[in-house]
């Protein structure tokens, strides 16, 4: 089992930035690949970054690129995800979670789920 709990959301003002942190206890942190997931109200839950295991490789969802980075420190069991340039558009809550699987960017593959950090972005 891994246990995974979120934080840093919150309401933050358009063109802001806001670093989500998601701490991972249980099995061998390092063995999994990350992701950082969204859902808006109403909407399905989607894809937004990614990270292997080894942090070696990433991927971002397009509506992201370039504005918001996933990055691991593994001796803090932790993942990371900067968000700069936020939009009204970026509001969700957002989850973490892990997988032994590839790739990074399904959510189906995923195994373990954090509850959720609530994101708002105002215009």
């Known amino acids: 089992q891994v246990q995974l709990v979120e934080s840093g959301g919150g309401l933050e003002q358009a063109g802001g930035s806001l670093r989500l942190s998601c701490v991972a206890s249980g099995r061998t942190f390092s063995s999994y690949a990350m992701g950082w997931f969204r859902q808006a109200p109403g909407k399905e839950r989607e894809f937004v970054a990614g990270?292997?295991?080894?942090?070696?490789?990433?991927h971002y969802a397009a509506s992201v690129k370039g504005r918001f980075t996933i990055s691991r420190d593994s001796a803090k069991n932790t993942v990371y995800l900067q968000m700069n340039s936020l939009k009204p558009e970026d509001t969700a809550v957002y989850s973490c979670?892990?997988?032994?699987?590839?790739?990074?960017?399904?959510?189906?593959?995923?195994?373990?789920w954090g509850q959720g950090t609530q994101v708002t972005v105002s215009s």
């Open positions: 990270i292997t295991w080894s942090g070696g490789s990433t």
């Open positions: 979670a892990a997988t032994l699987a590839l790739p990074v960017t399904v959510v189906a593959q995923y195994d373990y």
